[in-house]
């Protein structure tokens, strides 16, 4: 039998992240003909394609003919920034700005996704007017990236997000899910970061979002620019680490909170609140509740396997 294609295309970077997947998974499960690319993760799932190759990329965008593309793909580790300024520059600014040009070329909405590390976390919440003013090196080449999307195609649409968190490969895959294991083990102390106010997003809702915002573009030209999208439950490290804990009924008197803002690694802004009104005035948005979306991410990691039985049975 001839299976039906759908006629709207997405072509998805970063497909084999965390964010990528799931907005891969979200286009695809929604009437789109979506295809993903990654780099190192990529074979057999989706297509292999180095987003420094100028000459690669050109070749997809002009093969495929995507209406959307959601550029996902990024350096996005702060400290990794820190200590490879180059490389991470390469693909956060240079590769995106000539995927916006690309972009420009078939007509398609590219969807940048940049972060609430723009801003320096002094007076949130903040809207898409307000000046960036980024405190680490990360937070400056996103900010660079932003800058050469909207460039090199007016078009082009900015999607701020915080930390994210998700049904992950490996913990480490998340800063949210990477302290499951210090909560799991009880049996000695973990100090936890109380100074840092994040507002943990779960990767479902932005991929919803950045479907919708495509969906509401096809429709309205004058859908462009700059928008941002958060959870909207403020917590520290040591609050989701003990919101973890009890998701799970296991012990957080070993956790401890430390409120004396970190002094190693890049500076973080202490909070960089995103005002996300003007989506949801579009009538854009989605939100999982922390304790959801945290449960089914960490589930199969957890190392208590009765506990499992009890909760799924």
Same mark, same amino acid.
């Given at each position: 039998? *001839?299976?039906e294609?759908p006629?709207?295309?997405?072509?998805?970077t970063?497909?084999?992240g965390?964010?990528g997947?799931a907005?891969?998974?979200e286009?695809?499960?929604?009437?789109?003909?979506a295809?993903?690319?990654g780099y190192?993760?990529?074979?057999?799932r989706?297509?292999?394609?180095?987003l420094l190759?100028s000459?690669?990329?050109?070749?997809?965008i002009?093969?495929?003919?995507p209406?959307?593309i959601?550029h996902c793909?990024a350096?996005?580790?702060p400290?990794?920034?820190?200590?490879?300024?180059?490389a991470?520059?390469?693909?956060?600014?240079?590769a995106?700005?000539?995927?916006?040009k690309?972009?420009?070329?078939?007509?398609?909405?590219?969807?940048?996704?940049?972060?609430?590390y723009?801003f320096?976390?002094?007076?949130p919440?903040?809207k898409?007017?307000d000046?960036?003013?980024p405190l680490?090196?990360?937070? =400056?080449? =996103?900010?660079?990236?932003?800058?050469?999307?909207?460039e090199?195609n007016?078009?082009?649409a900015?999607?701020?997000?915080?930390v994210?968190?998700?049904e992950?490969?490996?913990?480490?895959?998340?800063?949210?899910?990477?302290m499951f *294991?210090?909560?799991?083990?009880s049996? =000695?102390s973990a100090?936890?970061?109380?100074?840092?106010?994040?507002f943990?997003t779960?990767?479902?809702?932005?991929?919803?979002?950045?479907?919708q915002?495509?969906?509401?573009?096809?429709?309205?030209?004058?859908v462009?620019?700059?928008?941002?999208?958060?959870?909207?439950?403020?917590m520290?490290?040591?609050?989701?680490? &003990?919101?973890?804990?009890?998701?799970?009924?296991?012990?957080s008197?070993?956790?401890?909170?430390?409120?004396?803002?970190?002094?190693?690694?890049?500076?973080?802004?202490?909070n960089?609140?995103?005002? &996300?009104? =003007?989506?949801?005035?579009l009538g854009?948005?989605?939100?999982?509740?922390?304790?959801a979306g945290?449960k089914?991410?960490?589930?199969?990691?957890?190392?208590d396997?009765?506990w499992r039985?009890?909760?799924?049975?």
């Open positions: 039998e *001839d299976v294609i006629s709207r295309r997405a072509l998805i970063g497909a084999t965390l964010l997947r907005v891969f998974k286009f695809n499960d929604n009437n789109w003909n295809v993903g690319c190192r993760r990529a074979q057999p989706f297509e292999q394609v180095n190759d000459i690669a990329v050109h070749d997809i002009h093969d495929f003919q209406h959307v959601v793909a350096e996005r580790r400290d990794v920034v820190e200590s490879q300024p180059d991470a520059s390469q693909l956060n600014v240079a995106s700005g000539n995927l916006a690309e972009a420009a070329g078939v007509g398609a909405f590219l969807i940048y996704i940049s972060t609430d723009v320096d976390g002094t007076s919440p903040y898409e007017t000046v960036p003013n680490n090196l990360y937070g =400056k080449t =996103k900010l660079e990236g932003e800058k050469a999307v909207l090199n007016e078009d082009a900015v999607l701020r997000v915080p994210l968190y998700g992950v490969e490996r913990l480490e895959e998340s800063a949210v899910t990477v *294991d210090k909560v799991q083990f049996n =000695k100090n936890m970061d109380h100074w840092q106010l994040r943990p779960n990767v479902k809702d932005v991929a919803a979002v950045c479907r915002l495509a969906e509401k573009r096809m429709l309205d030209p004058s462009k620019g700059t928008f941002h999208w958060s959870g909207n439950e403020q520290t490290k040591y609050e989701m680490a &003990c919101a973890i804990a009890d998701a799970f009924n296991l012990p008197s070993h956790l401890r909170p430390i409120t004396d803002c970190p002094v190693v690694g890049a500076l973080r802004p202490r960089a609140q995103l005002d &996300c009104s =003007k989506l949801e005035m854009i948005g989605q939100r999982t509740p922390f304790r945290i089914e991410s960490l589930w199969p990691f957890l190392v396997k009765r039985q009890t909760v799924f049975h």
